[in-house]
């Protein structure tokens, strides 16, 4: 990651008791997780995520992120040891707001 603030990518992040997890978030290129010790702020590569992941979430000790590839958005599990996915379901695309 560089430090210049123009180059700085985004970062999702996602917490187990004791861990955090982030993910970096650079438009066209695979994404990279991390573990991040919070009292250094250092972080520690575990793997490339082998596709773009835009968010990342905990249910229960499972790791899921959202993967969107051309037009497919897609629900995916990732292995908090190595960063590899299995895609779970593609997700359709809402026709209706879910509020009004």
Known sequence: MSNRASNIPSLDLAIVPGTVYIQD???????KLYTLDLATGK??????????????????SQ???????????????????TGDTIVIRHLRKQSKPLCN
């Open 25 to 31: 978030g650079v438009s066209n290129q695979l994404s």
């Open 43 to 60: 972080a520690t590569f575990i793997g490339e995520i082998i596709t773009e992941v835009y968010d990342i979430a905990f249910v229960d």
């Open 63 to 81: 790791l899921y992120g959202i993967d969107r590839e051309g037009g497919t958005t897609q629900l995916v599990k990732i292995d908090i040891k």
